[in-house]
């Protein structure tokens, strides 16, 4: 922890994951709550990250679509997306060690498996890249993607402001939990599978406007 001066006073601060963010409420310095070197290189890496995953997705579908032209073109992106996420990831690590050290123990223990799951995953779908896209090159950067945010997740919990309030202390009371996990029950059985139907026939070129007469 380390002591801030705010507009009512000197107090002790922890935050999100960097103690710029205090709990209880409390007002926190409009600029540097936000804009720290943690917040921004967490934000350049959702940013690179989003960007690899969709090169990749984008690289299977033109490879699907007998395009050789797009392949080439989101190969390239993809593969500079990937080289540019890692550097950052890299670099976060430093960053978060400095500013966030309750998270970075945690990265570096109980969420290291997911960490690494991140990484061996990341790198295999830029392998699987090399030649003609390959399906098994979708899941692998998904499970890069997901395996990251599962880590940051597993690595601050059980804290909402490491270290002041806790996920339990925060929570909203039952009534509404319980509200919310009847809403998205309902959507994972209403609007997930129509998804799902919608990106197979699309992966299948099955729809409408690949071909097949309404």
């Not at 950052?88 to 690590?93: K, T």
């Not at 995953?121 to 090159?137: C, D, K, V, Y």
């Not at 945010?149 to 059980?158: E, I, N, R, S, Y």
Request: glycine share 12%; charged share 10%; hydrophobic share 55%.
């Amino acid at each position: 922890m380390r002591p801030y001066q705010d507009q009512q006073g000197q107090y002790w601060k922890r935050a999100c994951s960097t103690g710029q963010v205090p709990a209880g409420g409390r007002a926190g310095d409009p600029l540097h709550s936000w804009v720290n070197p943690t917040s921004v290189v967490m934000g350049l890496l959702a940013v690179s990250v989003t960007a690899y995953v969709a090169a990749v997705l984008l690289t299977w579908d033109a490879g699907r679509l007998s395009d050789e032209a797009m392949v080439g073109y989101f190969r390239v992106r993809a593969v500079a997306a990937g080289a540019v996420a890692g550097a950052v990831a890299l670099v976060g690590l430093f960053v978060v060690r400095s500013e966030a050290s309750y998270v970075f123990g945690g990265l570096t223990s109980r969420a290291l498996p997911l960490v690494i799951i991140s990484a061996v995953a990341g790198i295999g779908a830029l392998l699987l890249l090399r030649g003609q896209p390959h399906r098994g090159g979708r899941l692998a950067a998904i499970a890069a993607a997901g395996a990251l945010v599962l880590a940051w997740g597993v690595a601050q919990w059980d804290y909402l402001l490491p270290e002041t309030l806790t996920v339990s202390a925060a929570a909203a009371p039952s009534g509404t939990i319980t509200a919310v996990l009847v809403a998205a029950g309902l959507a994972v059985l209403l609007i997930v599978p129509a998804f799902i139907l919608l990106y197979v026939l699309d992966q299948r070129g099955l729809l409408p406007e690949e071909g097949v007469d309404d």
